[in-house]
């Protein structure tokens, strides 16, 4: 099962990130940069779950791990991306196991091998 990287830019208090299944950017102390959160996911077969374009960017040039999930969905109202999720949060993690980046819009889900 993929086990994910919620990275510091969303939401940490959302219940639907909570588990076992997920790692909050937040918990690791002395992992700040991009390289570094790559390199963490990538030793430990993550996910990458952000906002952050570099991560996307950098993707489509490497091979997994770790994969990317990169929300675009601009900017919203805690309550309202928290709906968002948990309405989408199955297709998305879904489209995840099938490409090494996943792009995710209020209106769809792309997938990119």
């Known amino acids: 099962m993929p086990r994910f990287l919620i990275d510091e830019n969303l939401p940490y208090k ?22 570094e959160i ?15 374009a570099d991560f996307s960017d950098r993707i489509i040039f490497a091979d997994p791990p770790p994969k990317v999930i990169h929300i675009r969905i601009g900017n919203m109202r805690i309550k309202e991306m928290y709906q968002f999720f ?19 819009y209020k209106d769809r889900i792309e997938g990119i091998e």
Do not use: P
């Open 14 to 35: 959302f219940s639907l990130w909570k588990g076992e299944d997920f790692v909050h950017q937040y918990e690791l102390e002395d992992i700040k940069s991009d390289k």
């Open 38 to 52: 790559w390199g963490y996911a990538k030793r430990n077969q993550l996910t990458i779950v952000t906002k952050d």
């Open 86 to 104: 948990e309405k989408n949060w199955e297709d998305i993690r879904s489209h995840s196991r099938n490409y090494k980046l996943t792009n995710v």
